[in-house]
């Protein structure tokens, strides 16, 4: 049984309430959360590699066109940093 301070609230927990809805965020979940922004952000550095591969191997484009589409995959991973 978790302590409870004088409101009856889990001192472990952070609760946010909102009208109706109420969102309780406890360290599992918090934890839980930031391993799937991890994944996610794995996956979509891979799919910019692989679209970086791609790139590479065209031969039917030049190579000045190659560095523009790559510096744009390049920028994707800058932009997506910075927020």
């Known amino acids: 049984m978790f302590k ?3 409101r009856g609230h889990n001192p472990n ?3 946010r ?5 109420m ?3 406890n360290r599992e979940s918090i934890i839980n959360g930031l391993i799937e922004l991890k ?3 794995d996956r979509e550095s891979r799919i910019i590699v692989n679209n970086i591969k791609s790139i590479i191997s065209l031969n039917d484009i030049s ?3 190659k560095l523009n589409l790559i510096n744009n995959e390049l920028g994707k ?3 997506d940093e910075t927020i």
């Open 17 to 21: 309430g909102y009208g109706i809805k």
């Open 77 to 79: 991973i800058l932009f």
């Open 39 to 41: 994944k996610e952000e």
């Open 63 to 65: 190579d000045l066109d």
């Open 4 to 6: 409870t301070n004088y």
């Open 23 to 25: 969102i309780v965020l």
């Open 13 to 15: 927990k952070i609760y």
